[in-house]
């Protein structure tokens, strides 16, 4: 199969005496996707092709060990100070630098900047649980911090950089035959319709053919594979081992969105690590779990919160100085003064400006990204002139603070925010209590019932102290307020069948809310505003000071 890039000049047009006609695969089928996709570069079909390959998946040594051998022969970025490099190749690839999925990783199992200190103890920690898997000795069960892992912290502050980076070490390490062999899986709750759907994935992704099963199906059978036949036996009553067992690493990103009212599916997942180590397994699970909460352990049950165990690693928001050094790092730029298509003072700005906001340091690339693209739209449409009196790019547009200023004017100066600044009282109340519900949850995209929300209004509303807001709206004003709101594209409401913007008669609780809006838009546009000191008391305490409640 040919595509465009590796078509061979000397094609054969005839085969004994007959027309050959060459054909060129322009899409593929993607058997996880169930959809056609682009065929892409022969970069996008070498990943892909690793993707689903038996011997070079993810987690196995073989490929760990190309990848090693890869890293040694990878080609370089473009060189900023060629001064006959084209502009335009400079500026696509600050394009294709800040658009890497990963933001806070320079490279594949690199140390990230300010995270020393959580990455050395989530090592330790994997080392010590893969090395405890097959051993003779006794494992001591009466503190399950072997077992499982709680990663709390802020969104954008590198929590799932940090393990898929330690990940990738002990995978270089695996294949020297420095640790026993491991597999690890990657599974995210906000990727999922319904919380038990993660039974569905994981069984897939451990099973030996790929199985696919019910929920229901899925946990008999993980309930085996992980827990064995004492199901329910003591951990105190032994129970013979199997020579050598799998370890899985189990990475599970946004836990928050598998809570639960019975929080049986996060209970199974911190359990069966528990039960496996003294138990006849197939497998034995390792689990790394990450919130956006550093409090979400605390909000659940006691039994729970047992299987979790007390140890933490707590992430807090990135400083403008780490932001600054990410930022360079990702662009090229090191001490020795690199050449940049970004002035000095426009990367301190934009980190300075993003730290003050959300300290989200995948909104400091989005900020920058923008910025090139519309610098770069620009100087192809002649709006923009070059700078020829530019000593260190001759030739090509340096950014500055300027550039970085319009840019965040347009990202923060929407519609929407606008809309929300001329907003009512009870208005007012209800940006702020969705925006303040989602923090507390955990929940990036995070949708609400009626019930949940009159409860957070009531809260904020009384907290205030400020009669304004007092007595808080009941459900039948929350519920005149959601279409006009829901139309201007603020919120998103829906209900539980799925018809958007249609409430049912059998109940208010029935309709799900959501914010479309960042919680420090939600702030910034209630400035200057008779709601400020709202927004300020109940959003502003984490964004300026770096912790999280």
């Known amino acids: 199969v040919y595509c465009k890039e590796n078509i061979p000049e000397d094609l054969p047009t005839r085969v004994n005496d007959m027309p050959l006609t060459h054909c060129f695969c322009h899409r593929s089928w993607s058997l996880h996707r169930k959809t056609l996709i682009p065929i892409g570069s022969a970069k996008n079909r070498f990943q892909r092709g690793m993707l689903y390959s038996r011997y070079m998946s993810r987690g196995s040594a073989t490929r760990a060990a190309f990848e090693e051998a890869l890293s040694n022969n990878k080609t370089t970025h473009v060189n900023m100070g060629d001064k006959k490099q084209d502009w335009q190749e400079v500026f696509e690839d600050a394009i294709g630098r800040l658009t890497l999925a990963k933001a806070s990783a320079v490279e594949h199992g690199a140390q990230l900047i300010g995270r020393t200190k959580e990455q050395r103890q989530i090592k330790k920690f994997l080392i010590n649980a893969i090395r405890a898997v097959?051993?003779?000795?006794?494992?001591?069960?009466?503190?399950?911090?072997?077992?499982?892992?709680?990663?709390?912290?802020?969104?954008?502050?590198?929590?799932?950089?940090?393990v898929t980076s330690i990940l990738y070490q002990l995978r270089q390490e695996q294949a020297k035959g420095s640790i026993p062999e491991f597999t690890s899986v990657y599974l995210n709750g906000m990727e999922t319709r319904h919380p038990f759907d993660i039974y569905v994935r994981l069984w897939e992704a451990v099973s030996p053919n790929k199985e696919k099963a019910s929920a229901d199906e899925a946990l008999a059978r993980l309930e085996l594979y992980f827990a064995g036949e004492g199901r329910r036996k003591r951990l105190s009553k032994e129970v013979p081992k199997l020579e050598k067992r799998q370890a899985i690493v189990l990475l599970v990103d946004e836990i928050d969105y598998l809570v639960t009212k019975k929080q049986t599916v996060l209970y199974n997942l911190f359990d069966w690590p528990v039960r496996g180590y003294n138990g006849n397994t197939k497998a034995q699970l390792i689990v790394i779990g990450i919130s956006?909460?550093?409090?979400?352990?605390?909000?659940?049950?006691?039994?729970?919160?047992s299987r979790i165990g007390r140890e933490r690693c707590v992430y807090s928001s990135y400083?403008?100085?780490?932001?600054?050094?990410?930022?360079?790092?990702?662009?090229?730029?090191?001490?020795?003064?690199?050449?940049?298509?970004?002035k000095p003072d426009a990367i301190k700005f934009a980190a300075r400006k993003i730290s003050v906001e959300s300290g989200d340091i995948r909104k400091v690339f989005h900020l920058c990204k923008a910025t090139v693209e519309n610098v770069f739209m620009d100087?192809?449409?002649?709006?923009?002139?070059f700078d020829d009196t530019n000593s260190k790019l001759p030739g090509v547009y340096e950014i500055g603070i300027g550039d970085i200023q319009q840019t965040a004017r347009k990202m923060f100066g929407t519609v929407l925010c606008r809309a929300v600044t001329t907003a009512s009282v009870f208005e007012a109340l209800l940006f702020v209590s969705l925006a303040s519900l989602r923090r507390t949850s955990g929940q990036e995209r995070g949708r609400f019932n009626?019930?949940?929300?009159?409860?957070?209004?009531?809260?904020?509303?009384?907290?205030?102290?400020?009669?304004l807001y007092l007595p808080s709206p009941s459900y039948n004003e929350i519920l005149d307020m959601l279409p006009r709101l829901a139309e201007s594209g603020i919120i998103s409401h829906s209900t539980p069948n799925g018809m958007d913007g249609v409430f049912g008669n059998n109940g208010f609780t029935g309709t799900i809310v959501g914010l479309n809006m960042e919680d420090y838009e939600v702030l910034g546009a209630l400035r200057d505003t008779p709601h400020e000191a709202l927004a300020v008391k109940h959003l502003q305490t984490t964004l300026l000071g770096g912790s999280f409640s």
């Not at 051993?135 to 990663?151: A, G, H, Q, R, Y």
């Not at 100087?379 to 002139?385: S, V, W």
């Open 292 to 305: 956006n909460t550093l409090n979400l352990p605390d909000r659940l049950h006691v039994r729970l919160q």
């Open 450 to 467: 009626l019930e949940e929300l009159q409860i957070k209004m009531k809260g904020v509303a009384s907290a205030s102290g400020n009669l």
């Open 319 to 342: 400083s403008d100085n780490e932001s600054q050094s990410i930022l360079k790092g990702k662009l090229g730029i090191s001490e020795t003064g690199d050449k940049s298509i970004f």
């Open 134 to 162: 097959n051993t003779k000795e006794k494992v001591d069960l009466s503190n399950s911090n072997m077992c499982s892992l709680f990663i709390g912290g802020p969104p954008g502050t590198g929590k799932t950089a940090s």
């Open 379 to 385: 100087l192809k449409l002649g709006k923009r002139k």
